[in-house]
């Protein structure tokens, strides 16, 4: 009896010592097996129907994996050479800036003739990081105070804000924009394709642009921009997201300099055909602006035609004598009207020194701080000036009836309900007639409206010289009702209607006039009914 028990006993013993040694074994499996976020890649069997074609497949996949993998590491070390080299150069700048530097610039700005330091430039970086929306949200005050995202895919940007060169959905443009994107998703890549430190390089994954999905970025113009990409994994339920920063530099002072216009003459050129009135209207602002306020322009007026020429005349005459001005020019063309053909003949006309030009119509109002504008934004063989002037919409439909009208100065608010920015528009421009003249004036063969000022600023967009292209709060064209002659080309046609249709109200006043017999009907059930409720 004592022997059996003494058996059962040593059995049990030697079964729990079993049962200890494999959990043991399990947990020293699991303490020492490598962790990997990726799942693991099942090798095929030897003996399996298509063992051998299972291996070939996985050793190319490897050999692939392999080749991304070097050609990163090649990309980094060039990087990491210019890097040096770029390093080894602002060091040596940086001793010698030291040595020329009288005393420490502002914070926050670089010139050139200081250097931050690495150390300096990095911590600046780091600073941007924390401030901007990264990391957590920020409180804001309102829902206007919300800088939105776009999104983008491989081909395709989607953003809000809108304008010539922006719409819906677009491919960029821009040479920079498309550089910017293209860049961002190929560091994308490459970072996916780097090995992570305890990772296994036999089973990593190698991404390519085929496996991006979208991304989504936003600018902070005081900080940096923030993009944020998405891409695909193997199994459809399973992403990699990956966020970078790039951060805003330092200012960097380029240019402190002089500019004085005191002896800076403009040249305001006006093409014209008929439309007495509206040249009557142009030279009441002309006097005081051009004449009282600043007093230094000359003004050529090019002439289409015989109609009316006697009460143009007599107009620059009245002016001439009243307030003792010679400084224009009156030149008559007995052919049909070309706006560019006007501008071309008066610019060529003129005999002086060289002169800045200003292209203007009769249509347009602006102030002395627009000729200011023109003088410090134009520079002969260097800039030119293309203002985005604020085009009014039907002074009778803002407000409500033509009695209710105020005068024109009165007029001329810069709001969402007034007008709009014309950034379609390229007629009204400020360039020395020594550049106008090198890129081969307009086209003289385009006749009637429109056309020729496109052509003109593709001129310059084609040169070397900088095209500054701004809206000005002192650039106004005033509403007045345009008539597309049927005699236009299509094009030319579609462009004048387009512009027609662009002139009359904001999208939400022509809503309103869409609508206008419902709304009637609607205050009308309302009178009613406050009628009947009283007693």
């Known amino acids: ?280 209207q142009f030279m009441h602002n002309f006097r005081e602006v051009c004449i009282r306020q600043d007093g230094r322009v000359h003004l050529t007026v090019v002439y289409f035609g015989k109609d009316q020429v006697s009460e143009v005349k007599g107009i620059l005459e009245n002016t001439s004598k009243e307030i003792n001005f010679r400084n224009f020019t009156l030149i008559q063309l007995n052919e049909e009207f070309s706006r560019g053909r006007g501008l071309d003949v008066g610019a060529r006309a003129w005999k002086g020194n060289n002169i800045l030009l200003f292209f203007c119509d009769v249509d347009i109002y602006f102030t002395s701080d627009f000729l200011n504008s023109c003088r410090l934004n134009a520079q002969p063989g260097k800039k030119v000036f293309y203002p985005i002037l604020f085009s009014q919409y039907n002074p009778g439909l803002i407000y409500g009836h033509h009695d209710n009208v105020p005068p024109i100065e009165q007029q001329l608010v810069i709001k969402k309900d007034t007008g709009f920015w014309r950034d379609f528009g390229f007629g009204m421009t400020c360039q020395y007639r020594s550049d106008f003249i090198n890129i081969g004036g307009f086209d003289v063969d385009i006749k009637g409206w429109g056309g020729e000022d496109v052509h003109l600023y593709r001129k310059y967009l084609h040169s070397n010289l900088l095209v500054v292209r701004a809206p000005s709060r002192s650039l106004f064209h005033l509403w007045h009702e345009k008539r597309c002659e049927d005699e236009l080309p299509p094009e030319q046609y579609k462009m004048c209607m387009q512009s027609k249709a662009m002139n009359e109200a904001s999208h939400s006043q022509l809503g309103m006039l869409f609508f206008r017999h419902e709304i009637e009907a609607h205050l009308r059930k309302q009178k009613h009914r406050a009628a009947g409720k009283k007693p």
């Open 1 to 280: 009896m004592l022997r059996r028990g003494l058996v059962t006993w040593v059995s049990r013993l030697a079964l729990a010592l079993v049962v200890v040694c494999c959990c043991l074994s399990l947990l020293y499996t699991l303490a020492c097996s490598p962790w990997s976020d990726e799942p693991q890649v099942l090798l095929p069997r030897s003996n399996g129907p298509t063992g051998k074609e299972g291996f070939q497949a996985l050793l190319q996949e490897r050999e692939e994996q392999h080749r991304h993998y070097v050609n990163s590491l090649k990309k980094q070390i060039s990087q990491l050479k210019e890097a040096l080299q770029e390093r080894s150069e602002q060091l040596r700048s940086m001793q010698d800036s030291r040595e020329r530097a009288a005393g420490a610039s502002p914070v926050g700005l670089l010139d050139s003739t200081s250097e931050w330091s690495h150390a300096d430039l990095q911590e600046f970086f780091r600073s941007q990081l924390n401030r901007a929306e990264v990391h957590q949200g920020t409180r804001l005050p309102s829902e206007y105070a919300v800088v939105p995202f776009e999104s983008f895919s491989l081909q395709k940007v989607y953003q809000l804000e809108m304008g010539l060169t922006r719409h819906p959905e677009e491919k960029p443009v821009r040479k920079d924009r498309r550089d910017e994107l293209s860049e961002t998703i190929e560091m994308a890549v490459q970072v996916l394709n780097s090995p992570r430190e305890g990772g296994n390089l036999l089973q990593h994954k190698a991404y390519s642009t085929a496996d991006f999905v979208e991304g989504i970025s936003r600018t902070e113009k005081d900080k940096g921009t923030l993009y944020e990409f998405t891409f695909r994994r193997d199994q459809s339920h399973e992403f990699r997201r990956l966020v970078f920063f790039r951060p805003f530099g330092p200012l960097m002072k380029v240019k402190n300099e002089m500019v004085d216009t005191a002896y800076t003459l403009i040249n305001i050129i006006v093409p014209l055909a008929k439309r007495a009135d509206k040249f009557r």
